[in-house]
């Protein structure tokens, strides 16, 4: 299958990224969001993005323009109808991508492909909302979409051979570097590092280091780009319990029950990075 047009679904932070990475492979994107105030500021944050590459000679203005050019924002499912792949990626919620999936098995052509960027839940659950569950997968790029080479590949039980093939080869011409997995909750990534997070927090609650000291070792002694507590309020608060509730749903295992000081700031509103607060203060 030759995937030459893309939906995204979800306007936020990974949609936008991957909106720029399809699009820098030269695919034609359609990102749909629940408004249009937020469909124009993320083409509003897609510019800024190619200028500041531009600044720094890391793309011409003629590849920027032209890149540009091929994402168009919506908010609109219909707009999404002959699309060959649909990547939704919104809240990790399963009740609100039951929803969608159900919704884009109505309004996308029936040999399309339909992804889920999930980070944990389960791909088979939502691939059985819809009348194609031999068509969908997921889809997990990491933030920020742009540099991050990875993505893994998750296969449920109901995908095809065929199915699996196309998104391998399409991840592969966006430059990305695909791992398949089966559908686990965390599949590789997260059922590794989300023990480790959890286990930081638990730490700084036993009075063991600062937050600031544990971020410094961890990156002075392991050689990590950033501390479990910069790391967790990049990823956010809100969507790190989340993960964690899918883990320990599915495992039942102890290493995956949140720590309750996590619990507290997302009660708090304390979300990282994106509400300003989180475990550090960015205001």
Sequence with gaps: ?????????????????????????GAHVIVRSRSLTSADAMLAGLEKSLARQVDKGKRSAEDAAALRA???????????????????????DMDVKRTIFNELDRSVRHDAILATNTSTLSVIDLAMETSRPERVCGLHFFNPASIMPLVEVVRPLSASDETI??????????????????????FVVNALLFPYLNDA???????????????????????????????????????????????????????????????????????????????????
């Design 70 to 92: 091929r994402v168009r924002a919506t908010s609109s499912l219909d707009e999404l109808a002959e699309c060959d792949l649909v990547i939704e990626s919104v809240v990790e």
């Design 165 to 186: 093939e196309d998104v391998l080869g399409f991840v592969r011409a966006c430059g990305k570097d695909p791992v398949l997995v089966e559908d686990r909750a965390g």
């Design 201 to 283: 927090i638990g730490l700084f609650e036993r009075g063991v280091a600062t937050m600031e000291g544990i971020d410094l070792a961890m990156k002075g002694g392991c050689g990590f780009p950033m501390g479990p507590f910069a790391l967790l309020d990049l990823v956010g608060l809100d969507t790190s319990l989340a993960i964690l509730n899918a883990l320990y749903a599915e495992h039942r295992d102890a290493r995956y029950a949140p720590a309750a000081m996590l619990r507290r700031l997302v009660s708090a509103g304390r979300l990282g990075r994106k509400s300003g607060q989180g475990f550090y203060d960015y205001r």
């Design 1 to 25: 299958m030759n995937i030459r047009s893309v939906g995204v679904l979800g306007s936020g932070i990974m949609g936008a990224g991957i909106a720029e990475v399809v699009a820098s492979a």
